[in-house]
DNA sequence: TGTGATATGTTATAACATAACAAATTGAAG
DNA sequence: CTTCAATTTGTTATGTTATAACATATCACA
């Protein structure tokens, strides 16, 4: 189980790799109609060109949805070919819009065991904590 | 931390009763505009209503946003007057679109370590794993 | 009973996502 | 090669989720 199963991934097309590189400019999590916004000059007119881009992105595991934002991050494990890390978490600040994100296998753990022993089989998990930020919550109430 | 910080809990109000008793009459997640249709009948008319009402009982505990979904459910746990349950994981069937409620202390602890060490004040965590449930699992592929 | 604060109703619009179909591309079979 | 089915890509239209903004009503209390 990861935050989804991945997919061998080929050679990316034209608007993958445009919208790849759109998500990594962006500091904190895009929307798709913010990242077609930015791809307008490089020939992308519709959402579904966006979306359809995502789909496979995230179905490669360069990209992940945060989905208490329905937005996108680029993933921050890079990672060779094939390579497929473990459950990510999300740690979201409400008041600057950055996101970390780190691995948990024992969380990982943890839940396949609650999987197993209620005959659930996982397919993607999603784990998004909001909150301040040490920046943030250090900041002179700026 | 929980899936979110509870506030005391007043007296409901008509329209958070009405969308109260409407969640729990749905067997799985239902969206705002799902209980709106269910409600124009008892005098609601605008998405508003429904969202401001589902604010309040998410507030209070009673109520849960499903991410993943954009939709709620009536908490599981029910609980005495602000008694604050533990962090809740779903877990989403996507071919039946039940939906598992439970608690995971350990996963709990171990979001707070991780944020401890890395000065993140968290305030609310989902977690939602999506798969196949047991019951679609053993399905004869209807 | 006036008045400021809070809650509710309502209209309008913003933001996110996908259906449906047309046009182009690709690539395997003849 | 050339044809044609399958897939991908472009585009229009529409569906779905959520909130802004403002009007009206209600309530607590001076």
Not at 95 to 111: K, N, S, Y
Request: net charge negative; glycine share 4%.
């Amino acid at each position: 189980m990861s935050t989804a199963a991945k997919t061998p991934q080929p050679e990316l097309t034209k608007h993958q790799a445009l919208v790849l590189q759109a998500l990594a400019r962006e500091a904190n999590p895009a929307s798709a109609y913010a990242l077609l916004d930015q791809l307008r000059d490089e020939g992308l007119r519709a959402p579904q060109q966006v979306y359809r881009a995502l789909d496979k992105l995230i179905e490669y595991g360069l990209v992940h949805r945060v989905e208490s934002l329905n937005s996108f991050v680029v993933c921050a494990h890079t990672h060779a070919e094939g390579h497929d890390h473990g459950l990510v978490v999300f740690a979201i600040c409400d008041t600057c819009g950055q996101v970390d994100e780190f691995l948990e296998p024992a969380v990982e753990r943890r839940l396949k065991t609650w999987s197993k022993a209620n005959g659930f089989r996982p397919s993607s998990t999603h784990v998004e904590m909001h909150g301040i930020c040490s920046r943030c919550a250090a900041a002179p109430a700026a």
